[in-house]
């Protein structure tokens, strides 16, 4: 189960930190991420974080300002967002999905989400 929470109302330029707790996950099994969605539009990729050496690749939009992290002894992962901007607007959706069915970070990251397993309900971001 995947609880996401650190989502809400920030101006344009502000920085907000989301946080996923994941029961049942164990970092080293799984890879993790982070999607988001806008009413009327398909769910999009925005971070990926792949077991083992740690890699973590980004949207190409939001490379710099976006950052995926983990921490084992909380089984929680983060994303870290700088920078924000009106279209950052969106409902934030942590993922995570057994290491075995992880797939290049391409695929993880289109849009659609499908081949992750497990996700959260969302938190949800506005950006004025």
């Known amino acids: 189960q995947l609880v996401e929470s650190g989502g809400g109302s920030v101006q344009a330029g502000g920085s907000l930190r989301l946080s996923c707790a994941a029961s049942?996950?164990?970092?080293?099994?799984?890879?993790l991420g982070w999607f988001r969605q806008v009413p009327g539009k398909e769910r999009e990729g925005v971070a990926v974080?792949?077991?083992?050496?740690?890699?973590?690749f980004y949207r190409e939009l939001l490379k710099g300002r976006f950052t995926i992290s983990y921490d084992h002894a909380k089984s929680a992962w983060y994303l870290e967002m700088r920078n924000l901007r009106p279209e950052d607007t969106a409902m934030y959706y942590c993922v995570a999905a057994p290491a075995l069915t992880c797939v290049t970070s391409d695929r993880a990251l289109a849009a659609g989400g499908t081949g992750w397993h497990v996700w959260g309900r969302g938190t949800q971001v506005t950006v004025s």
């Open positions: 974080r792949y077991p083992g050496g740690g890699s973590t």
């Open positions: 049942g996950i164990t970092y080293s099994n799984y890879c």
